[in-house]
């Protein structure tokens, strides 16, 4: 068992000193996503109205939950590129002759990856009130659980492309092709209702779209008539948790094909 846990505490330890140590990867995928939301609460505020929502929300409230998923998923890209440079650097080809499961170093990278994200989601967690969002305790306890299935999720997304990337620049591409749509097609930015037909077929087959709704309901978990027309609770935390496993699924299979 210790030959297991070892490699995954070591390499999740290596990404919070490796981001420690890279102040910018800080400003970078917190305080854009921030500057976004007052720009856009500010700017839409006056002339938005979310189709389905309740009545009197304003863009700054309904916007949060996006951001704060935001944050999350500029982290995942933050993390995940790290794979990328260890492999030019020449560090990957030694974690790879470790006589080590590949399953555990992609749990490592996961696990450091998503502990950046929930970090610094949760530094956003304090501005709920300027939202318009009351936290409870147990909405607290909620949103942060959700937001660790969220990072996790998007960190072993980014993993499945990182291990199959051998350049930065063609990996930022992809990552920007992939998850910025999933991002805009997850209700984050706008609601799924009032968009054409085609495009709410398309919001509802992206995974993305559960863990938004599961976070926007935990936000609202004592208000829930507040949240709108969002996916159930359950449905949305089962299809976050299968999008967790599939995504690192898929990131092991592609680390075990990979000789670095």
């Given at each position: 068992?210790?030959?297991?846990?070892?490699p995954?505490?070591t390499?999740?330890?290596?990404?919070?000193?490796?981001?420690?140590?890279?102040?910018?990867?800080?400003?970078?995928?917190?305080?854009?996503?921030?500057?976004?939301?007052?720009?856009?609460?500010?700017?839409?505020?006056?002339?938005?109205?979310?189709?389905?929502?309740?009545?009197?929300?304003?863009?700054?409230?309904?916007?949060?939950?996006?951001?704060?998923?935001?944050?999350?998923?500029?982290?995942?890209i933050?993390?995940?590129?790290?794979?990328?440079?260890?492999?030019?650097?020449?560090?990957?080809?030694?974690?790879?002759?470790?006589?080590?499961?590949?399953?555990?170093?992609?749990?490592?990278?996961?696990?450091?990856?998503?502990?950046?994200?929930?970090?610094?989601?949760?530094?956003?967690?304090p501005?709920?009130?300027?939202?318009?969002?009351?936290?409870?305790?147990?909405?607290?306890?909620?949103?942060?659980?959700?937001?660790?299935?969220?990072?996790?999720?998007?960190?072993?997304?980014?993993?499945?492309?990182?291990?199959?990337?051998?350049?930065?620049?063609?990996?930022?591409?992809?990552?920007?092709?992939?998850?910025?749509?999933?991002?805009?097609?997850?209700?984050?930015?706008?609601?799924?209702?009032?968009?054409?037909?085609?495009?709410a077929?398309?919001?509802?087959?992206?995974?993305l779209?559960?863990?938004?709704?599961?976070?926007?309901?935990?936000?609202?978990?004592?208000?829930?008539?507040?949240?709108?027309?969002?996916?159930?609770?359950?449905?949305?935390?089962?299809?976050?948790?299968?999008?967790?496993?599939?995504?690192?699924?898929?990131?092991?299979?592609?680390?075990?094909?990979?000789?670095?």
């Amino acid at each position: 068992m210790k030959d297991r846990v070892l490699p995954v505490a070591t390499l999740l330890w290596r990404e919070v000193v490796r981001f420690l140590r890279q102040r910018s990867r800080l400003v970078g995928a917190f305080a854009q996503p921030l500057v976004f939301w007052f720009l856009l609460g500010a700017g839409l505020s006056a002339s938005f109205r979310p189709p389905g929502a309740p009545e009197g929300t304003r863009y700054v409230e309904y916007s949060y939950p996006g951001i704060i998923a935001l944050v999350l998923l500029f982290t995942a890209i933050f993390a995940t590129i790290s794979t990328v440079e260890d492999r030019r650097e020449g560090f990957l080809q030694g974690v790879l002759v470790a006589p080590v499961p590949r399953w555990s170093i992609v749990m490592g990278q996961a696990l450091g990856g998503a502990t950046l994200a929930l970090l610094q989601g949760v530094l956003l967690l304090p501005l709920a009130p300027f939202a318009g969002i009351s936290l409870t305790p147990l909405s607290l306890l909620s949103v942060v659980a959700v937001m660790s299935l969220v990072s996790f999720s998007l960190t072993s997304l980014g993993l499945m492309i990182a291990w199959r990337m051998d350049s930065i620049q063609g990996f930022h591409a992809i990552m920007n092709l992939i998850l910025i749509p999933m991002w805009l097609l997850s209700g984050a930015f706008f609601p799924s209702s009032g968009v054409p037909p085609w495009l709410a077929w398309v919001m509802r087959l992206d995974p993305l779209t559960y863990g938004m709704a599961a976070l926007r309901r935990c936000l609202y978990l004592e208000t829930p008539a507040a949240v709108g027309k969002v996916p159930p609770l359950v449905p949305s935390l089962l299809i976050t948790v299968a999008f967790c496993v599939l995504t690192f699924l898929v990131a092991t299979v592609a680390a075990r094909r990979s000789t670095a």
